[in-house]
Antibody, heavy 122, light 110 residues
Framework: QVQLVQSGAEVKKPGSSVKVSCKASGGTFSTHSISWVRQAPGQGLEWMGGIIPIFGTPTNGQKFQGRLTITTDDSTSTAYMELSSLTSEDTAVYYC???????????????WGQGTLVIVSS | QSALTQPASVSGSPGQSITISCTGASTDIGTYDLVSWYQQHPGKVPKLMIYEDRKRPSGVSNRFSGSKSGNTASLTISGLQAEDEADYYCCSYAGDNTFVFGTGTKVTVL
């Protein structure tokens, strides 16, 4: 059974960076894309970016170009999302989500992490 | 990439059918047969309900069905039940390994 377990909640100062981890267990890690999706309080889901571990090249949404870094560590089946230059508008729950298909087939996110709350406040 | 457009809310009585629309563009919904739908109950993680426009994952009730015409995808819930009350989001592949979500629809069971 595939499971994605994310790191714990963070409180950050404006201008700083946050790094969230997403450790996968069960299934094959390297061939399924991992996306990062966030949800601000009371708001909808927003796709941030993703990566297919076996290829290693991340894709970022236009809104996050220049301040989003997505990486993976295949040895531990862990994906990471680092967001820099934080502002209060980055306060949100951040989810990792796995595509059920392989090699970027984009067939839907069938497994999600439990979410990580990031609060940006001075 | 602009968010896909969904109605803010849809409601129906138990047993009725409701349809949620999701309007995008020729660069996403109109080009790729890769629309997925997610159900999210308050405080919970999103759940995949439909993928590739109209396919249902194992374990998802056949009361949920997806369709698409042009740049608009739709999710229909038939035989509405109290447990269907939740937020629903569409999502489309938009090329170059990117995705875009819809604005979300709150479904209320009257």
């Amino acid at each position: 059974q595939v499971q994605l377990v994310q790191s714990g909640a963070e409180v950050k100062k404006p201008g700083s960076s946050v790094k969230v981890s997403c450790k996968a267990s069960g299934g094959t890690f390297s061939t399924h894309s991992i996306s990062w999706v966030r949800q601000a309080p009371g708001q909808g889901l927003e796709w941030m970016g993703g990566i297919i571990p076996i290829f290693g090249t991340p894709t970022n949404g236009q809104k996050f170009q220049g301040r989003l870094t997505i990486t993976t560590d295949d040895s531990t089946s862990t994906a990471y999302m680092e967001l820099s230059s934080l502002t209060s508008e980055d306060t949100a729950v951040y989810y990792c989500a796995r595509d059920q298909g392989s090699f970027g087939s984009a067939t839907g996110f069938d497994h999600w992490g439990q979410g990580t709350l990031v609060i940006v406040s001075s | 990439q602009s968010a896909l457009t969904q109605p803010a809310s849809v409601s129906g009585s138990p047993g009725q059918s409701i349809t949620i629309s999701c309007t995008g563009a020729s660069t996403d919904i109109g080009t790729y047969d890769l629309v997925s739908w997610y159900q999210q109950h308050p405080g919970k993680v999103p759940k995949l309900m439909i993928y590739e426009d109209r396919k249902r994952p194992s374990g998802v009730s056949n009361r949920f069905s997806g369709s698409k015409s042009g740049n608009t995808a739709s999710l229909t819930i038939s035989g509405l039940q109290a447990e269907d009350e939740a937020d629903y989001y569409c999502c489309s592949y938009a090329g170059d390994n990117t995705f875009v979500f819809g604005t979300g629809t709150k479904v209320t069971v009257l």
